[in-house]
């Protein structure tokens, strides 16, 4: 079994920043990206940020230039760093890894999710 535990949600005021992280455990043979994505209320989950193994980013449109997501391969884990926050970017975020639990088999495992809400 996989576990993704997610740290660092809250409530912040428009422009401020806020730190999330999250690690994985257990099984787990390779991880080939992790990352983060994100459910507004009302609306569909959408990709916020991900980063491979081999350090490449991928961000959302909305997200760039604000947020900057990083690993610690050694650890399992990744973080994101969002800076001049905004109302829009409250949601829920979840931490994504996509790893392999033995050399042939592999999954998309999901954090149960941090709630990160942006208002003055």
């Known amino acids: 079994q996989v576990q993704l535990v997610e740290s660092g949600g809250g409530l912040v005021q428009p422009g401020e920043s806020l730190r999330l992280s999250c690690a994985a455990s257990?099984?787990?043979?390779?991880?080939?990206?992790m990352g983060w994505y994100r459910q507004a209320p009302g609306k569909q989950r959408e990709l916020v940020a991900t980063i491979t193994a081999g350090h490449s980013t991928n961000y959302a449109d909305s997200v760039k230039g604000r947020f900057t997501v990083s690993r610690n391969n050694a650890m399992n884990a990744v973080d994101l760093q969002m800076n001049t926050l905004k109302p829009e970017d409250t949601a829920v975020y979840y931490c994504n890894a996509r790893l392999y639990t033995d050399p042939r088999f592999w999954g998309d495992y999901w954090g149960e999710g941090t709630l990160v809400t942006v208002s003055s």
């Open positions: 257990g099984t787990i043979f390779r991880i080939v990206a």
